[in-house]
């Protein structure tokens, strides 16, 4: 069987001084047009919220480029989805009575596919406001056995649609460059180098342990939360009325979309 496997490498920039500036408006008209499109989706509790990108496109792409000078159309394009996706979340998580309000964007991450970007081993070439900037990755001297080695230089690996951060408290940008690749295995934990970030996973107390013996996150948590989900679908299941049974086909696997926003 063929599996798709991705990765997630963290990768220090080296952003040229001179064009720090741009990234950073970059991001502010980024987050922009992610918050005008919160404003016009989300529409509750007076009536439906947009969840759907292509219609949030139709409405407002047009103005935001040009309320951002135009900025990049494919930049436009990813923070209107980013805000679409969160707003699908949010409505699910109303429809389990849960508490949650309209998504609002004011830290540093910018969406990046190969449209706006260019991806090198050694480098990426980012669009901004003010044109392109390279930026040379800062590599380990031996990556061998690290995540650089093992996913960013393995040409069995390929670059996907990626995001930029900034930590402002060491003034560094970092890309988290997302790499896939197919695999012939029996099952993903059986698949060669099924490893991500040299941390190892359990599935009891922590989630993982970092190769600096750093502990991550709660297994016991997450395993409750997947038999909570398992318990309200086959309680759906069993009701058996229209209403019920709508509710269970449009949950479908929220869990999996929670446990991924969870572990990520």
């Not at 720090?20 to 919160?38: E, G, I």
């Not at 016009?40 to 951002?68: F, G, H, M």
């Not at 996706?85 to 540093?108: G, H, K, M, W």
Request: charged share 30%; glycine share 4%; aromatic share 10%.
């Amino acid at each position: 069987m063929v599996w798709d496997v991705t990765r997630t490498v963290r990768i220090r920039l080296d952003v040229p001084d001179d064009r720090k500036s741009d990234l950073h408006a970059t991001n502010d008209l980024f987050q922009y047009c992610a918050n005008r499109t919160a404003d016009w989706a989300w529409r509750y509790p007076d009536d439906d919220c947009v969840t759907s990108k292509s219609e949030a496109e139709d409405a407002i792409y047009d103005n935001l480029r040009q309320e951002t000078d135009y900025l990049h159309a494919n930049l436009v394009q990813k923070a209107i989805k980013r805000a679409t996706d969160d707003i699908d979340n949010c409505v699910d998580r109303l429809a389990d009575d849960e508490n949650t309000s309209q998504p609002e964007y004011d830290t540093f991450s910018i969406v990046y596919d190969k449209r706006a970007a260019t991806y090198y081993r050694n480098k990426v070439s980012l669009a901004t406001v003010n044109g392109r900037v390279e930026c040379q990755y800062d590599l380990p001297d031996t990556p061998e056995r690290t995540p650089h080695g093992e996913y960013l230089l393995n040409e069995d690996y390929s670059f996907s649609t990626s995001t930029v951060h900034y930590d402002s408290e060491t003034d560094e940008f970092y890309l988290h460059a997302t790499m896939e690749r197919e695999l012939d295995a029996d099952s993903p934990e059986k698949a060669e180098h099924s490893r991500v970030l040299g941390v190892d996973c359990n599935v009891n107390d922590h989630i993982a342990v970092t190769s600096t013996g750093r502990f991550i996150g709660n297994a016991d948590f997450l395993n409750h939360q997947r038999r909570e989900f398992e318990k309200r679908r086959a309680s759906l299941q069993e009701t058996g009325t229209r209403s019920a049974h709508l509710t269970y086909h449009r949950i479908g696997d929220r869990f999996g979309r929670w446990s991924k926003d969870y572990l990520h």
